[in-house]
């Protein structure tokens, strides 16, 4: 099992450019999670999928879309980069929702918008 | 709005000491508190999970407390090695269901 991926590991975006990140997880699991990560701030939910069907905002959620495509995929859409989006994005997930199971996390990827 | 908060925010100890990291959280009305590890340019693992029912969970050499009254957990790793040279974060679930994180803690371990 390759557990939670994400694409692309690098991007670099010029201001107001757009790109979708994408993220998938072969464990079956029913809720996936969208964090960004700045240094001394530890990570911040930007949206999160409880189950297939439904998606809901995090505590950051202003500039970012997403889609839960299917079970497997989730993916998170900058519309309109701005630098304040220069960050380390998460992809993660957990069996349920997460009151009560652990959350598996992607390897991450590294945006810097210019 | 549930603050988490680690200190110290760096740690460095010989080997084969005992290590001790803290959490502390605003709000004691959790479902529950994870403890991850994060290696340098990786994502995160994790360690251990405590329910808001449970006081301490174990694995291996590594045992989680949590204290909801004061608002405390603490993750002791025995018998530390080079190998568990990383960053420890913790992150406590509110009652709004967002995850809030410490900025974690940096461990060394000396050979």
């Known amino acids: 099992n390759a557990g939670v991926t994400q694409t692309p590991k690098f991007q670099v975006l010029k201001t107001g450019q757009s790109m979708t990140l994408q993220c998938a997880q072969d464990m079956n699991h029913n809720s996936m999670y969208w964090y960004r990560q700045d240094p001394g701030m530890g990570l911040r939910l930007i949206y999160y999928s409880a189950s297939e069907g439904t998606t809901d905002k995090g505590e950051v959620p202003n500039g970012y879309n997403v889609s839960r495509l299917n079970k497997r995929e989730f993916s998170l859409r900058l519309e309109s980069a701005a630098p304040s989006q220069t960050s380390v994005y998460f992809c993660?997930?957990?069996?349920?929702?997460?009151?009560?199971?652990?959350?598996?996390f992607g390897p991450g990827t590294r945006l810097t918008v210019t | 709005k549930q603050e988490v908060t680690q200190i110290p925010a760096a740690l460095s100890v010989p080997e084969g000491e005992n290590l001790v990291l803290n959490c502390s959280f605003t709000d004691s009305a959790i479902y529950n508190l994870q403890w991850f590890r994060q290696d340098p340019g990786k994502g995160l693992t994790s360690l251990l999970l405590i329910q808001s029912s449970q006081r301490e969970q174990t694995s291996g050499r590594l045992n989680a407390s949590l204290d909801k009254s004061s608002g405390r957990s603490t993750l002791y790793i025995a018998a530390s090695q080079p190998g568990d040279s990383a960053t420890y974060l913790c992150?406590?679930?509110?009652?709004?269901?967002?995850?809030?994180f410490g900025a974690g803690t940096t461990v060394t371990v000396r050979a």
């Open positions: 993660a997930s957990s069996e349920g929702f997460v009151t009560v199971y652990e959350q598996y």
């Open positions: 992150a406590a679930l509110p009652n709004d269901y967002k995850l809030s």
